[in-house]
């Protein structure tokens, strides 16, 4: 119960601040949108799609995954800001649960990526998109668990490196390979069988093949499943992982 109260606490403080200047929810969505509108409409005969929204089908599950990836990936920024106004320090004297700083401060994240892939998914309905809303919902659980562990990741690599002209090298080193190798653009079936196997390593393009059966309406795809398992089991790594970084860091 403490942990669940501390975490609610957290959270409410964390997403107070983010209502206060809630450009920045925009700000997140505005290129995945550019995507959604200017990248788009090239993918149907490049893809030799039967129609627009075979097309979308195809697309907007990667963009959705793309929007949870970075958008986790870099919050470790605000954390190194907090540390350097002593947020952090304060929180030593105080009896919240480490587990709860760290698990406030995400769910924040996961709420403000989920209204961003909401407003992508509304836009992308607009181009004939159609989705089963049991299936949305399930995609948007995969979206929220890959916004869990990757903005916890982030906090943690930020409580270690403390500075913002490592982490953005770091992360960017990270997310570039992750992005390429995971077909969230265009699918790896049109992929070197080389370059199919390396992507099999990589977490993300499950989650990717996963979200998109979803959309498509196969639930009952292997990849879903498996897709979520693989997410679930790196979330909770990487909670438990971040989770030590504040404990070190708040004693």
Not at 107 to 128: G, H, N, W, Y
Not at 190 to 213: C, E, H, I, Y
């Amino acid at each position: 119960m403490k942990l669940a109260r501390d975490t609610w606490l957290i959270f409410q403080r964390q997403f107070h601040l983010l209502l206060r200047n809630p450009v920045w929810v925009f700000v997140g969505v505005f290129q995945p949108v550019m995507y959604l509108l200017l990248f788009a409409p090239l993918l149907k005969p490049a893809l030799n799609a039967p129609t627009q929204a075979e097309a979308y089908k195809i697309f907007v599950p990667g963009l959705l995954v793309l929007l949870a990836i970075f958008g986790g990936l870099f919050q470790g920024f605000g954390l190194i800001a907090e540390l350097r106004a002593g947020v952090i320090e304060r929180s030593r004297v105080t009896p919240v649960s480490r587990l709860a700083l760290l698990l406030g401060r995400s769910l924040r994240d996961v709420v403000s990526l989920m209204v961003q892939a909401v407003i992508i998914t509304l836009l992308a309905l607009l181009f004939d998109l159609r989705v089963f809303i049991g299936d949305l919902l399930l995609a948007y659980l995969m979206l929220a668990l890959i916004a869990l562990m990757t903005s916890a990741v982030s906090y943690g690599v930020a409580l270690k490196v403390k500075s913002e002209d490592a982490l953005a090298p770091l992360m960017n080193t990270v997310a570039q390979p992750v992005l390429l190798l995971s077909g969230i653009l265009l699918p790896l079936a049109f992929a070197p069988g080389w370059l199919q196997g390396v992507a099999k390593w990589n977490p993300f393009s499950w989650a990717v093949d996963g979200t998109r059966a979803l959309f498509n309406g196969d639930i009952g795809n292997d990849r879903v499943w498996q897709g979520l398992t693989i997410i679930a089991i790196l979330a909770t790594a990487g909670v438990y992982w971040a989770a030590r970084q504040f404990a070190r860091s708040v004693r």
